[in-house]
């Protein structure tokens, strides 16, 4: 293999070679620079309209309260829910919420609460577009291209971060009364809308993931996510990480505005500038995120970028010369995109395709849920004490946890084989009078074992509890009899037959593992006995 083709091999840009893949992500990259100048625009029509830092930090929480409160249902929804179609519909969404803020803003009929209410409109639909818009990623792309189709996406986003704020600046600026100039911001992100629209509406999707049972209800698909996440050490791992370091790290981002305005003296461009500066080094961040890996690990990167955004924070608390904050900002887009990157993908990579948007789901509610509480936290620090002590305490705080942060680990080891690998479906015997909507239902396996083989079966069947449990059981435990030490039974209760039959269309090759290792302490040709069972209701005698 010649250097150019190692070189071509690991040039992070495969993922653009696929037509759909492409043509999402230069209509998303359009759509994220509207936002983005929407988001300058927004940010600084609020300090025309308050001078109160509070408010001008709630423009961080309107933007991410919606994600806190509707995350795990949006996930749940794009799981059981046609993905194209729903796309589109929150695509509509947020173009009438933005067109509608433009209209208000022309017209003058803007004010502090106006403008954040229509800002929290707009991100109701980000919130429930945003789970569905990350799982179909892994529908465009090959699987192992995966990493830098994420890493691309970011870089895409971040690229749009780079010249939206600038813009938006650039364009509020350029006008004489800045609600002028964010309307015309306004006006231009409704329009961005319109390409993402026209490009779901061309796309042909093809899931990865599709049952042969009838679709499951809203709130029980969301129950059934929050089961699997309630298993799944390696998501709660990435969880943790996310809302430590969104929480501190928030404080750049709902009081940067405040340090352009009154520490640095900065109109609306400097603002812009000052945010491009950030979104310049999270591009620089995601493009060259593929070599990092190599590099270093997923821990390494995020525990990095940790004492990154300290001296980020620190240098925006102390310093007051651009020349200086504007390097440091730069450093710190790059540690931002490097981090969230890593979190996103280990939490795609670590759920399997039945359940991944309800993970995403989860995943943008912790993050933004620690946006959300940082905001309001730095926020009121600022108003009542000063901007520089809540950037310096936001600073100490991510200092002072990152020894526990650092103990839940990220995409550490052998990664799981998460594709389907689905078991037959028993079939209920319509002479058994119930229905499948019936249960609960208890399964029972009765194994034998070997009395010296006991210590390595109990560690094993152990191991399947979580996968029993993840995949829908609400009950598990393992029995031994009495008189006969060999023979042991597994048995665990699902709230229906019809849940029962999910549990089976769950399982993946890595389940598949597990059992097998389990299983191979069973003595005897025939696997072990299963008899399944239904809760019996008392019933009156007539």
């Not at 969880?239 to 981002?253: D, E, G, H, Y």
């Not at 493009?287 to 955004?309: E, G, M, Q």
């Not at 993970?359 to 600022?382: C, D, K, N, P, R």
Request: some cysteine.
């Amino acid at each position: 293999m010649t250097e150019a083709t190692k070189e071509a091999k690991f040039s992070g840009f495969e993922p653009l070679a696929a037509q759909p893949y492409r043509n999402l992500w230069f209509a998303s990259t359009v759509s994220n620079l509207g936002s983005w100048m929407q988001d300058t625009a927004g940010t600084w029509l609020m300090t025309v309209l308050t001078g109160s830092p509070l408010l001008i930090a709630l423009m961080q929480t309107a933007a991410s309260l919606p994600v806190v409160v509707l995350g795990m249902l949006a996930g749940a929804m794009a799981d059981i829910v046609e993905r194209r179609r729903l796309l589109i519909f929150w695509q509509a969404w947020m173009l009438g919420a933005v067109a509608l803020l433009s209209a208000l803003t022309f017209f003058n009929i803007i004010s502090p609460w106006v403008l954040l209410i229509l800002t929290f409109l707009l991100n109701i639909g980000a919130a429930m577009n945003a789970p569905a818009w990350q799982a179909i990623m892994p529908e465009i792309v090959p699987h192992n291209q995966l990493p830098d189709a994420v890493s691309l996406n970011s870089a895409g986003f971040n690229l749009a971060r780079a010249l939206g704020p600038a813009l938006g600046g650039l364009m509020v600026a350029a006008f004489l009364h800045a609600d002028t100039g964010a309307a015309n911001v306004f006006l231009l992100n409704s329009i961005s809308f319109i390409g993402v629209i026209l490009v779901l509406y061309q796309w042909r999707r093809t899931p990865l993931f599709k049952s042969a049972l009838p679709t499951e209800r809203l709130f029980g698909s969301a129950r059934a996510g929050l089961r699997y996440l309630r298993y799944a050490p390696r998501l709660q791992a990435a969880f943790v990480r996310t809302f430590i370091f969104a929480l501190f790290v928030s404080a750049v981002w709902s009081l940067l505005a405040v340090v352009a305005s009154r520490d640095l003296h900065q109109g609306a461009l400097g603002y812009g500038i000052l945010n491009g500066s950030m979104g310049f080094g999270a591009v620089i961040g995601a493009t060259s995120l593929p070599r990092t890996r190599r590099i270093l690990s997923a821990d390494k990167i995020i525990h990095s970028a940790s004492l990154v955004f300290v001296a980020t924070l620190a240098v925006l608390a102390m310093v007051r010369q651009p020349l200086v904050i504007i390097p440091m900002l730069i450093a710190g887009g790059f540690a931002w995109t490097s981090a969230m990157s890593t979190l996103n993908l280990a939490v795609q990579i670590s759920a399997p395709a039945w359940v991944q948007a309800r993970a995403l789901g989860a995943y943008q509610t912790v993050f933004a849920g620690g946006m959300s509480l940082g905001s309001v936290i730095w926020g009121a620090v600022a108003e009542h004490v000063s901007t520089p002590k809540a950037l310096l305490s936001a600073g100490v705080g991510l200092l002072a946890t990152l020894p526990l942060a650092s103990r839940f680990h990220v995409m550490r080891g052998l990664q799981p084989d998460l594709s389907p690998h689905q078991l037959s479906l028993p079939i209920l015997p319509e002479s058994s009078g119930y229905r499948q909507e019936d249960g609960p239902v208890r399964v029972c396996l009765d194994y034998s074992i070997a009395v010296e083989d006991m210590a390595a079966f109990n560690h094993a069947i152990h191991q399947l509890k979580a996968v029993r449990l993840r995949d829908g059981a609400i009950r598990w435990g393992i029995y031994q009899d009495v008189l006969d030490p060999t023979w042991v039974q597994e048995s665990f209760v699902t709230e229906s037959w019809m849940e029962f039959l999910r549990q089976r269309e769950r399982f993946t090759a890595s389940d598949r593992k597990i059992r097998d290792r389990a299983w191979s302490f069973h003595r005897g040709s025939e696997p072990p006995k299963t008899s399944y069972m239904f809760y019996l209701k008392e019933s009156t005698r007539s």
